[in-house]
């Protein structure tokens, strides 16, 4: 008796980002208990008619399934997710003010959403902490954040997330 597939894993959309997909792909591979020797047959099944068709085109002269998982998806990664230039991801970021009105929370989340492609590495919690600091709307919060001598990120968001409260 075949076992059952667990999951469920819509075909690919353009304009998806390729590698969420490939994320949640090889989470569905895992649950599955889906060897590297069928890895390729899942991805042009589920990834849908519009993925195969690009893949194939990628392959040129070769079928899309004779390539291994991984060749296929660095293949598609390649064409499909575009090269960040850091230089530019970090003058955004570096850019990202608090509006009038808008909740520190919420400019928390805005943050270390624009601090994913910047590349920071090790440096991520103190890039997050300073412009957090830089960037808050209330001068009197900045200069509280800054009375802290030894301020961490999460202390930061802590203090501006009670600040925001009691404001």
């Known amino acids: 008796?075949?076992?059952?597939?667990?999951?469920?894993?819509?075909?690919?959309?353009?304009?998806?980002?390729?590698?969420?997909?490939?994320?949640?792909?090889?989470?569905?591979?895992?649950?599955?208990?889906?060897?590297?020797?069928?890895?390729?047959?899942?991805?042009?099944?589920?990834?849908?008619?519009?993925?195969?068709?690009?893949?194939?085109?990628?392959?040129?002269?070769?079928?899309?399934?004779?390539?291994a998982y991984d060749r296929l998806a660095h293949l598609l990664r390649g064409h499909l997710e575009p090269v960040v230039n850091v230089v530019v991801e970090r003058y955004k970021f570096r850019n990202l003010f608090q509006q009038c009105g808008e909740p520190i929370g919420q400019y928390i989340v805005k943050l270390r959403t624009a601090a994913l492609s910047c590349d920071f590495n090790s440096f991520l919690e103190d890039a997050l902490r300073d412009q957090l600091v830089v960037g808050v709307a209330d001068q009197e919060l900045r200069n509280r954040l800054l009375l802290e001598p030894f301020l961490d990120y999460m202390s930061a968001c802590i203090i501006a997330q009670a600040w925001d409260v009691l404001e």
């Open 1 to 67: 008796m075949a076992k059952p597939i667990l999951g469920n894993l819509e075909p690919y959309s353009l304009g998806d980002s390729i590698n969420n997909y490939l994320a949640r792909l090889e989470a569905y591979y895992e649950l599955n208990g889906i060897g590297d020797d069928k890895k390729t047959a899942h991805l042009l099944l589920i990834g849908g008619a519009t993925l195969y068709e690009l893949a194939s085109k990628l392959c040129s002269l070769k079928s899309p399934k004779s390539l």
